[in-house]
Structure formats: structure tokens, C-alpha cells
């Protein structure tokens, strides 16, 4: 999935998959490493998004309060 098409909403679904995988017993070390670091991509977007829409609400109710 493109990250220029990923949702917040995509992103957290694929980090709980990605958990589930991580958890399971039979997850080998080639794929702990693979996951781990799409997990690391994820979470730096969901922060991104976050972040981006925290300054867009605030600059939103700045201008409501002028």
C-alpha cells in the first residue's frame, strides 16, 4: 500500500496486524525484522497525521476566538 494513499485508519489496522504476527510463536526472526521495521513506518505516519491534524484543529479554534 502506498503511504501517499494510507489512511490513519489503514495504518492502524496494519499495526494490529502486524502485532498479531509479531505474537505468534511461530513468527521466524526474518519476519520479526520485516515487521518491525513496517511497524516503525507506521507509527512515524499515524505521528505525522496526528501531529498535522492537532495543529489544524488548533489553528482552527485560534481563528474561531478572534
Not at 5 to 14: D, M, N, R
Not at 53 to 66: F, G, V
Request: aromatic residues 4%.
Amino acid at each position: 500500500m502506498e503511504e501517499n494513499k494510507l489512511t490513519y485508519s489503514q495504518a492502524v489496522t496494519e499495526l494490529d496486524e502486524l502485532v498479531k504476527k509479531m505474537q505468534d510463536p511461530e513468527c521466524s526472526i526474518d519476519n520479526l525484522s520485516q515487521y518491525t521495521k513496517r511497524a516503525k513506518e507506521l507509527l512515524d505516519f499515524c505521528r505525522a497525521k496526528l501531529t498535522a491534524t492537532d495543529n489544524e484543529l488548533k489553528a482552527i479554534l485560534e481563528s474561531l476566538q478572534q
